[in-house]
């Protein structure tokens, strides 16, 4: 039996010229056949006006030839190594230099899936040359433009269709066959690109217009028919999105199914419409979809202040309903006295870094004579030392801020000694200072710091004033008698600084 022919091994079609056929698939038994077929042909050419090697080991190996005789190697498993050479020196000396690309008029390429959809991996028996037409299945569908292609692990070459355009996402399907020619660095298909996809999708789009057509006139449209599946709960795709179950009418067997006794569902899955249902198996069913009025969204920046009601913006539509609230003398939206802000958080919301957030007062008028004495040496004075003149009670605000703290008087002892005033939260000495005084000489005191609130946020913090010397210590006169009748005040001033 000869073997077949090229144009049968390789027709587009099982029957020749009727697409119908279904594409063919290249049977192995008739490559094998027709690669026999060519091999032994090959082999008779060989004998008679050349030599014909597997590799080009066995070229390289064989020298009696004489100058200028011609050699081709067809099956070196390096693919470039095949070709067309030339014998350079007489017989039994010289060596072989390939000159051309095997006379073939086209070149059998594998796309096995090494590479991806949009960067193509193939594989040939023969080298890729500008001179041969290259046949290939192609193993999946590109999903993104351009593609590219390399064969036998060789450079990139970018797919153009014949008119030199990318072929679209999905113009290449997976299976099917595409013929092509090497130019420069595309590779240049024969065709233009999948024209049987591009139809699919625009029949589909043109029916799906159709029925939207239909959708926006309120007719009710087929959105889906054929028999069930007997699957309990099994899906059907729908043509056309109803955008709500209440815009599906169903029928299965001739029976109208009512949605309120839950006879079927409408579900999306990936986006895709479909309704669930319980169909026997071959029972025929129909799902008509209508009356749906689309309600589009605006664009941004199109709606303008006449277009909005008055007193239509609520509370809970403001950006920073707290924030807004507060500006309005509120603490939330509710009524009565017990929401509006107070002073002190108006403060704290609004006063700049350093301002006073709150400051107490407090004076003294006592001359009363003291006789215990806080050491004037290098320790921190003690709560048990000298006596307790004067206090003030604050309740900072926020730990973050500061407590300014101050108290001036005059000061008389009976001796050239020290005075020392301390304050005191609780047992902590928080500030102290120390004054050198002549014998019954009065002198001014005046005594300033600063004190982080820290952990006194919120609580009723007493400071205490203790003063203290070691001779008879009197404020507000002499060592011996008050001054100016009580005129005179000791005062003492706590201030918190927003922090």
Known sequence: MSAPTAAVVFDDYNTN???SSGPKKVKKSEARSWGAWLESFL???????????QSRALLFADLAHAANSMAWVI???TVAYNGIYQKVGASGFGSWTRVGDLPYSFNVATDVGAGT???IQATTSLPVSSSSLVWLSVFETNTSSPVTIS????????????SGNDPVAGGIPGGSIIMGVRVGDTFRLVSDQSSAAIQAAAEAAAEAAADYADFIRNNWTMAASGAGTGVDGDTYTLSVDPGSVNNMFVVIGGVFQMLTRGAFELVYVSTVPKVKMTVPAGEYFEVRVGNAVAVGTPSDGTVSTPKIADGAVTYAKLQDISATLRLLGRKTAGAGDAEEISLAELRDLFL????VIQSLYVGNTLSTAIASAIPTDDTVPLSTEGTLYTFLDITPVASGNFLDVEFNSTVCTSINTGVVVAMFIGTTCIGAKALTTASD???DFTMKFRTPVGANAGVLTRINVRVGSAGTLRMNGTSSARLLGGAQSANFIVSEIKG
Not at 43 to 53: E, L
């Open 17 to 19: 010229g009727v697409p």
């Open 43 to 53: 082999t008779a050419v060989g004998a008679n006006s050349g030599s014909v090697f």
């Open 75 to 77: 099956n070196d498993p």
């Open 117 to 119: 959809p949009n960067a």
């Open 151 to 162: 064969f036998n692990g060789d450079a990139n070459l970018t797919i153009k269709t014949n």
């Open 352 to 355: 700049p870094s350093g301002s």
């Open 441 to 443: 000489f009065v002198t």
